[in-house]
């Protein structure tokens, strides 16, 4: 086969491979494989059908396990909120968990506040309803409880099969990029139009396995909400009754209040704002006293002079 031949297949086999890397399942992978010119790309039949039957049974086993992830929240009730929340970080701990995030707060009358708030647990899968009934060990009451567990084993196993054929698209890819690149006259078009591909490939790889480390840390860690409640909160509110005993003291005890601002105020007055009056009162009738001293000797002098002044 000559060189120009080789150039013109190049472009046929590339998309023989993408046709191959976007098939949903193993057998579409399978009938490309078996369509797909064995000896342009220097490849023996045996190890094409090794590789489809990996994915084969790769795709099988996960089918095989089903894929659960476990939900729950409580909303109890306890007796002291900073001890229940000690005996629930032993038990998540003992439970091989940890936990995720909590968050409290003082809440309640101002004379009576208490500590109330919830957590976030994250515990493995298996020891779920195990945690479920230490938690409801711990409480005075149980007001709530909600467990939910969602098989997404179809997702995972569509996220399985995609992951396996994108990475035998991958391993596809760097090969013929080798043979390329070893052929005599392969032009540098060639050799970047097999590359691009491949960091397509890749970046489809890296998503794929990233949704795959999600689902595979939701279903092997189950999350539990906790609301904690303390008592003294979930206490009914009494109301006293009418005491007028009281109601006579606390206006006694206003009436006296009263008298003691009315005697201070009386003594700011007589000590500091009568003495502060007299003071600024001498200036003022000082000059009182010389204006009409001015006046007078003003009409003394007209009436000499026989002018009347108004």
Known sequence: MNSLSVRLLLPFMIVMLLLAGCAAAPQAVQNEAMSAPVGEMGRDTA??????????????NVAMERKVIGRASLSLVVADTDEAVGAIETIVA??????????FYKSGPDTDRALAGNMTL????????????????L?????SRSVSREDVTDQYTDVAARLTNLEAT???LLALLSEVRERPGSTAEEILQVHARMSEIRGEIESV?????????LIG???VEVNLTPDALNRPIVVAGWQ??????SALRGLISALQWLGSAAIWFVIFFLPLALVAAIPLAALNWAFRWAIGRVRQFMAKRGQKVE
């Open 122 to 137: 994250r515990v493995p899968a298996e020891k779920l309803d195990q945690l479920l009934a230490g938690l409801e060990a």
């Open 94 to 103: 003992g439970a091989g968990g940890f936990v995720a995030n909590a968050n």
């Open 244 to 249: 007028p005993t009281g109601v006579a003291r």
């Open 209 to 217: 396995q990233g949704r795959k480390n999600l689902l595979d840390n």
């Open 221 to 223: 860690l189950a999350t």
């Open 47 to 60: 190890s094409g059908s090794a590789s489809l039957a990996y994915n084969g049974d790769a795709s099988l």
């Open 170 to 172: 991958e391993r596809e």
């Open 139 to 143: 409480a005075m009451s149980v007001e």
